[in-house]
């Protein structure tokens, strides 16, 4: 993963260091730790100048620092994504050099997004092609990485890119570049006209036969509607991109037929209900190929990411053998713990798995003097120290976090420790006061969820950003320690809810308007995923110099899904616990799982309590006033310092540099 920036100047001025000083380089840098360094690309006639940014962390292959630059043709790239599929990429080789000479082979607009059409993984990138003097960008079809814009008609600085912004109320305001396809930026023909023309190629879906119809790219009218009247939009439907994944099954069935699904309805949530549907020798199958198309999906994400063994040949140690490099954002549901169970298949057997559960204490819920001296000894924890696991009763300092997920997440780790008793499990408790909350959302949080700015975004993208970051504490052999989490991928359980009708909205939906409205909605939920949830997801993640992988929105799974008539995914005519994600549920029960596979969906903002800390009277869709008061200047000074061309940066003292005060649902 990285980060990632790119600013246009159409003048006879390179770009001035504006961006630079708002913060933006910082957050960069904290994307990327391993690698930092630009360059600037000049062209006088007509007048143009490009400063590419780019910061490494380093995941697979060789360490390849960005920008990319070609000596020969003085095309420039910069790569945000994973390649997993669709481009030959060896082990040992670096997925953004080998996109990039594939790039520089390319003559013409077709040949770009050719190579382009068929990867598949989450990406975001920007590249410079030299001989037309064209500037390309874009987000993978589900906008699973994150890419801002912002214009600029009187800055000398027309036209800026970047994986992360800053909030400031002195500038033209940032937006997500919209997931609707490829853009083109011809630099020469804004330099002559003094404005900003781009071209979209858009995503395009062939048609298709059995009760299927298209896959929705969006409008790019009304995608591209917030765009200042200055900037030109031309859409190019004649060079466009074949959608990854296939149209959503949206057949129904006729109401005589939807009887047969209400034999269950009265029943309480059980796995035995569960067990009596994989008697039934077709939908055991189905299952089963629903488990090994997930499995793949989640073995590519857990396997794609260097490991410590080849650098320390011949002076291993214990510790460094079993260092984790996966994490799960876990809360012991339904979407976690099967992610879990996956990942299990797959990660050495030898390297621990990190389980991230986080828990916000609300003061309300405590005596203040206890809940003042319980954050006080706290505190005092110095790292070194550890605690028994016996001084951990019911008035322990830590009590007030037994948040439901919580609890359910310790539930969940011992199903996996029954299933699975050789694995180091760390399940990493993440105590979060209402004093650090405000701090990081001040100093970090507020950066990173604009330009959304909604109370489920504050809620969300606050209880990521801790979980995440994987400080906390961790138990084992009875004796409780500090402890932070060194995996660098961290697997979400995002995009199951949107696809298996794991909201209350959908049952709402379902009694209303049945199967043809249930179709209607979650075709709607995953066309907007990019806008609404996975922009800000991944730059809170990647924060922390982390990468957010969804084994969910994998283009083989996605499409999987898609294929299966709606009620093959979910029946919500059965009790909650057991008809939402019933498809999902099912492949628990057939792995081994038992209480998670029936809890009913709790929304991440509610299981961790977070959505409890501050105000009780909000709506999650109302503008949220605290998230316009962040200060990225509190948080470092170094960010305002330009980088120099061609120069890397070691990552180590940014790495050091930490906040003052200690440290919708994405795994349901």
Not at 200 to 223: F, K, M, R, V, Y
Not at 261 to 272: E, K, L, Q
Not at 293 to 306: D, F, G, M, W
Not at 458 to 472: H, L, N
């Amino acid at each position: 993963m990285c980060g990632i920036c790119c600013v246009v100047s159409l003048s006879t001025r390179p770009p001035d260091s504006w961006l630079l000083k708002e913060g933006i380089e910082f957050s960069l840098r904290r994307r990327g730790p391993d690698s930092s360094q630009q360059l600037v690309k000049s062209v006088l006639h007509p007048p143009y100048h490009c400063l590419f940014s780019g910061h490494v962390l380093h995941l697979r292959g060789l360490m390849t620092p960005q920008p990319l630059e070609d000596p020969t043709t003085g095309n420039i790239f910069l790569w945000n994504g994973e390649i997993f599929s669709g481009i030959r990429v060896e082990v040992e080789e670096n997925d953004a050099r080998v996109l990039f000479r594939h790039l520089c082979s390319c003559g013409s607009k077709s040949d770009i997004l050719s190579v382009l059409s068929p990867i598949r993984g989450p990406w975001s990138f920007v590249f410079y092609q030299a001989s037309r003097h064209c500037l390309w960008f874009g987000r993978d079809y589900f906008g699973r990485r994150s890419l801002l814009w912002q214009f600029n008609e009187d800055r000398n600085s027309a036209f800026a890119l970047s994986s992360v912004s800053s909030v400031s109320e002195m500038d033209s305001p940032w937006q997500e570049v919209p997931a609707a396809g490829i853009f083109q930026l011809d630099l020469q023909v804004c330099a002559m006209s003094k404005g900003v023309v781009l071209t979209l190629h858009p995503w395009q879906s062939s048609s298709s036969e059995n009760g299927t119809e298209d896959a929705i790219i969006g409008d790019p009218g009304l995608l591209l509607k917030d765009l200042p009247s200055y900037v030109a939009l031309e859409v190019n439907k004649h060079h466009s991109l074949v959608t990854p994944v296939v149209p959503l099954n949206m057949k129904v069935l006729e109401p005589l037929e939807e009887t047969r699904f209400s034999d269950f309805a009265n029943c309480v949530a059980s796995v035995g209900i569960l067990q009596r549907f994989l008697v039934e020798p077709l939908r055991k199958k189905l299952v089963h190929q629903f488990i090994a198309v997930l499995s793949e999906a989640v073995k590519k994400r857990v396997l794609y990411v260097v490991r410590d063994t080849n650098q320390f040949e011949g002076e291993m140690s214990e510790n460094v053998l079993r260092r984790p490099h996966v994490a799960i954002l876990f809360s012991g549901g339904i979407d976690s713990i099967l992610l879990a169970n996956l990942a299990d298949r797959h990660v050495p057997l030898d390297e621990p798995i990190d389980l991230l559960n986080v828990a916000f204490a609300n003061p309300n819920e405590v005596g203040q003097n206890n809940s003042s001296q319980k954050r006080n000894e706290k505190r005092q924890w110095p790292r070194s120290e550890c605690r028994n696991n016996a001084d951990m009763a019911v008035g322990d300092p830590l009590s007030c976090f037994n948040v439901p997920d919580r609890i359910t997440g310790r539930a969940g780790l011992e199903e996996l420790k029954a299933l699975s008793p050789s694995r180091s499990w760390n399940f990493v408790e993440i105590n979060v006061t209402l004093e650090e909350l405000k701090t990081a959302r001040k100093q970090r949080i507020s950066h990173l969820v604009y330009p959304l700015d909604t109370v489920l975004d504050d809620s969300i993208g606050c209880a990521v950003w801790f979980a995440s970051r994987g400080e906390g504490l961790k138990t084992h052999q009875g004796v409780t320690r500090p402890y932070k989490s060194p995996a660098k991928v961290m697997l979400t359980g995002i995009g199951a809810d949107e696809q298996l009708a794991g909201y209350s909205r959908h049952r709402i939906c379902f009694k209303r308007d049945g199967f043809e409205g249930l179709n209607k909605e979650l075709r709607m939920e995953l066309g907007r995923i990019s806008s609404r949830n996975l922009g800000r997801d991944d730059r809170v993640i990647g924060d922390h110099g982390k990468e957010a992988r969804f084994p969910f929105l994998d283009e083989g799974v996605v499409s999987f899904l898609n294929s299966l008539p709606v009620w093959e995914k979910a029946d919500l005519t059965l009790p909650q616990g057991v008809g939402e994600k019933l498809l999902l549920r099912l492949a628990a029960v057939e792995l081994g799982l038992t209480a998670s596979a029936v809890l009913p969906k709790r929304a991440m903002q509610f299981g961790s309590r977070i959505a409890k800390l501050e105000s009780s009277n909000e709506r999650a869709s109302d503008k949220c006033t605290r998230l316009q008061s962040g200060s990225v200047e509190d948080f470092s000074t170094q960010g305002s310092k330009p980088l120099q061309k061609k120069v890397n940066y070691t990552a180590d003292s940014f790495l050091q540099t930490s906040l003052t005060a200690e440290g919708e649902d994405l795994c349901s």
